[in-house]
T-cell receptor, first 111, second 115 residues
Framework: DAGITQSPRYKITETGRQVTLMCHQT?????MFWYRQDLGHGLRLIYY???????DKGEVPDGYVVSRSKTENFPLTLESATRSQTSVYFC??????????FGPGTRLTVT | AQSVAQPEDQVNVAEGNPLTVKCTYS??????LFWYVQYPNRGLQFLLK??????LVKGSYGFEAEFNKSQTSFHLKKPSALVSDSALYFC?????????????FGGGTRVLVKP
């Protein structure tokens, strides 16, 4: 199916563990983004990518790592999860400097 | 640096009444402006955008927004609200031109439409 998907949709992990959130889009959009959504903070950009093998930091990158070896995939890794990283994570993609299309989100709980 | 303000955390409106969700922005140049809607447990959905041209833009689900450069505003409007319009609404701004593709989002406004 065309679109943007995220997996898993829900994840519970323990403090200190590494966890990877997956994002896949079928539109061949150049741009991809990772946001986190927290109550009282709205949406905050973690990392973004303008093309395969090109990534850059957003507003809140600490504790996260991204890679983009293929245009369609943009995984987000929490190297050592902390409770402050409990959040809802959204991936998005865009063809250019216009509207972004969002995935359904991953609800991550760090215990 | 660019910023977006949505001054109301929540807007309550009766079904059938007009709905307005306010957004003001601060960015140099000629910005691109967007509205998104988020339903519970869902991702953000694109509603409409202003890039250039007519200041009144129409979007999905009967929504429209008016770009006002002098007031740096981009308020979202719907003439007759439905209960199904109850959701979280986000305004976003892009600085325009060849400035990458990062959007800055407002904090969101929760809309509650009562029957």
């Amino acid at each position: 199916d065309a679109g943007i998907t995220q997996s898993p949709r829900y994840k519970i992990t323990e403090t200190g563990r590494q966890v990877t959130l997956m994002c896949h889009q079928t539109w061949s959009h150049s741009y991809m983004f990772w946001y986190r959504q927290d109550l009282g903070h709205g949406l905050r950009l973690i990392y973004y990518s303008a093309a395969a093998d090109i990534t850059d930091k957003g507003e809140v990158p600490d504790g996260y790592v991204v890679s983009r070896s293929k245009t369609e995939n943009f995984p987000l890794t929490l190297e050592s999860a902390t409770r402050s990283q409990t959040s809802v994570y959204f991936c998005a993609s865009a063809a250019g400097p216009h509207e972004q299309y969002f995935g359904p989100g991953t609800r991550l709980t760090v215990t | 640096a660019q910023s977006v303000a949505q001054p109301e955390d929540q807007v309550n409106v009766a079904e059938g009444n007009p709905l307005t969700v306010k957004c003001t922005y601060s960015v140099s140049g000629n910005p691109y402006l967007f509205w998104y809607v988020q339903y519970p447990n869902r991702g953000l959905q694109f509603l409409l955008k202003y890039i250039t041209g007519d200041n009144l833009v129409k979007g999905s689900y009967g929504f429209e927004a008016e770009f006002n450069k002098s007031q740096t505003s981009f308020h979202l409007k719907k003439p007759s609200a439905l209960v199904s319009d109850s959701a979280l609404y986000f305004c976003a701004v892009h600085p325009g031109g060849a400035a990458g593709n990062k959007l800055t989002f407002g904090g969101g406004t929760r809309v509650l439409v009562k029957p």
